[in-house]
């Protein structure tokens, strides 16, 4: 059995389809639009009458050429919607190839820092989708240029009400241009150190060190300071401060200190300690030890393992932490006075 040649009309429909899609890309006015969902619904007919299905093609072309509403000069139909949807379909499939692509190219040089690869994902993300949706768009009929110019004067109008909105929006946007804060980073927003999880137009998502997950608003990380930790590396200092007694041997103490970092396996070693007798109190000498670690994100935990280090460390060289103490002293002459006193009864 040998196979058939296709018929000509099949070969007909096929080359009509593929001047429609030639066409598709210069289209940009309400005739154009007509005549693509014309020659494409020409095809998909030809396509089925060279296959002997003419009267389903003849109830397909009517039902996929039936106006179902109008957008100024253009009609709206089924083959219409039928190809801004696929426009639509192939716009975030682009953009989800893209992404990959740009992953796999970061990658693929080194760049292995996922913030940095975030934002440049979502920005590629935005601008494909926001192509795509102005060609679908175009195609339906509707006028770019008027819809921008209907967009400014709606912008306007409601631009007092939605005025938050807005600036958290293009705060959004300052902030993936400027990646001064990425995903991933350890920051503190008003006195509270949070993790970013996730960077929107709108507001950041974060997690804290009791991990709750708040929401920023992107317009309070632009206006206000922000302590990034992770900005340009990872290193983070880490004081504690402590006090020993007045009668203490310095010396001893300074000694004690510095043995007390020598085990702690997260401190950064290409860093040396710095022990300072940072002042002399009311109560105590107080001193202040000073390490450096590359997560700062457990900052309060390792200050935790270092105060216990010192508290053994003292102990071990026999040195008294002091407390907070008053000494009352009296003259001679009060003493002999207050010595003189009987008790009554």
């Given at each position: 059995?040998?196979?058939?040649?296709?018929?000509?009309?099949?070969?007909?429909?096929?080359?009509t389809l593929r001047e429609m899609i030639g066409e598709a890309d210069t289209a940009d006015t309400a005739e154009a639009s007509r005549d693509i969902t014309g020659q494409a619904t020409e095809g998909i007919v030809g396509i089925l009458e060279g296959f002997g299905a003419g009267e389903i093609a003849g109830f397909l072309h009517t039902f996929l050429?039936?106006?179902?509403?109008?957008?100024?000069?253009?009609?709206?139909?089924?083959?219409?919607?039928?190809?801004?949807?696929?426009?639509?379909?192939?716009?975030?499939?682009?953009?989800?190839?893209?992404?990959?692509?740009?992953?796999?190219?970061?990658?693929?040089?080194?760049?292995?820092?996922?913030?940095?690869?975030?934002?440049?994902?979502?920005?590629?993300?935005y601008l494909v989708m926001a192509i795509g949706l102005g060609i679908a768009l175009d195609t339906m009929g509707v006028s770019l240029g008027a819809l921008f110019a209907a967009g400014a004067i709606f912008a306007v109008g409601i631009g007092f009400a939605m005025q938050n909105i807005a600036q958290n929006f293009v705060s959004g946007l300052i902030l993936l241009v400027e990646r001064a804060i990425k995903p991933g980073d350890v920051v503190e927003v008003e006195g509270r150190v949070v993790r970013v999880l996730k960077m929107g137009i709108r507001t950041t998502v974060a997690r804290t060190r009791d991990e709750e997950e708040i929401i920023i608003p992107n317009a309070m990380l632009v206006q206000t300071a922000v302590k990034n930790f992770t900005l340009d590396d990872p290193l983070f200092r880490l004081?504690?401060?402590?006090?020993?007694?007045?009668?203490?041997?310095?010396?001893?103490?300074?000694?004690?200190?510095?043995?007390?970092?020598?085990?702690?396996?997260?401190?950064?070693?290409?860093?040396?300690?710095?022990?300072?007798?940072?002042?002399?109190?009311?109560?105590?000498?107080?001193?202040?030890?000073?390490?450096?670690?590359?997560?700062?994100?457990?900052?309060?935990?390792?200050?935790a393992e270092l105060r216990e280090a010192i508290w053994w460390s003292l102990a071990d060289h026999g040195i008294t932490i002091a407390f907070p103490q008053i000494d009352v002293h009296f003259d001679p002459p009060v003493t002999e006075g207050l010595s003189e006193l009987r008790p009554t009864g």
């Open positions: 059995m040998t196979m058939q040649e296709p018929p000509i009309e099949l070969d007909q429909a096929l080359d050429n039936f106006p179902v509403f109008s957008l100024g000069e253009t009609d709206v139909t089924p083959m219409l919607v039928l190809i801004v949807g696929v426009l639509i379909l192939f716009t975030w499939w682009s953009s989800n190839l893209l992404q990959r692509w740009v992953e796999r190219a970061f990658h693929s040089r080194g760049v292995t820092d996922q913030g940095t690869t975030a934002v440049v994902k979502r920005l590629l993300h004081r504690v401060d402590v006090g020993v007694a007045y009668e203490s041997d310095m010396r001893e103490v300074r000694n004690a200190l510095l043995a007390a970092t020598e085990d702690l396996d997260w401190r950064v070693v290409e860093r040396d300690p710095i022990i300072v007798l940072s002042d002399f109190g009311d109560s105590a000498v107080e001193w202040q030890i000073s390490l450096w670690t590359n997560n700062a994100w457990i900052a309060p935990r390792q200050a």
